[in-house]
Nanobody
Framework: QVQLVESGGGLVQAGGSLRLSCVAS????????MGWFRQAPGKEREFVAA????????SYADSVKGRFTISRDNAKNTGYLQMNSLNPDDSAVYYC???????????????WGQGTQVTVSS
C-alpha cells in the first residue's frame, strides 16, 4: 500500500504560483496513477489533475486547464502539481491520490495523503 505525503502549500497572492509535491513512501512493483484533488470548506472534494503511471498521459479539470501542470518523477517516487495564475477560487486543501485504475470520477478509491492547504488572497 502506497503512503503519500504532500507538501508545498501555503499563502500566495492572486496571480502567483505554487508547486505542490507528493512523495510516495516506498517504491512498489505495481504501477500506479497519481492524481490531485482539492476540497474547499463546505464543498465536495473535486478532481484537479491526474497523470498516468508512465507520465505520458494527463487529465485536467476544466477549471485549471492552461494554469496547472501535473508531472511525476518515478525515480524519486514523487509527483508534482505546478499551479500558476492562482486565484481565490483555487483556495482549498489539496490531496494527492494514488490508484491502480484510470478512473478519476470515482473519488473514494486509492490511497490518500493528509492534504496541504493552499490559500490565495485577492
Amino acid at each position: 500500500q502506497v503512503q503519500l505525503v504532500e507538501s508545498g502549500g501555503g499563502l500566495v497572492q492572486a496571480g502567483g504560483s505554487l508547486r505542490l509535491s507528493c512523495v510516495a513512501s516506498e517504491r512498489t512493483n505495481n504501477p500506479y496513477h497519481m492524481g490531485w484533488f482539492r476540497q474547499a470548506p463546505g464543498k465536495e472534494r473535486e478532481f484537479v489533475a491526474a497523470i498516468n503511471w508512465s507520465g505520458q498521459s494527463t487529465s485536467y479539470a476544466d477549471s485549471v486547464k492552461g494554469r496547472f501542470t501535473i508531472s511525476r518523477d518515478n525515480a524519486k517516487n514523487t509527483g508534482y502539481l505546478q499551479m500558476n495564475s492562482l486565484n481565490p477560487d483555487d483556495s482549498a486543501v489539496y490531496y494527492c491520490n494514488a490508484r491502480s485504475v484510470w478512473n478519476w470520477r470515482a473519488r473514494e478509491i486509492g490511497n490518500w495523503g493528509q492534504g496541504t492547504q493552499v490559500t490565495v488572497s485577492s
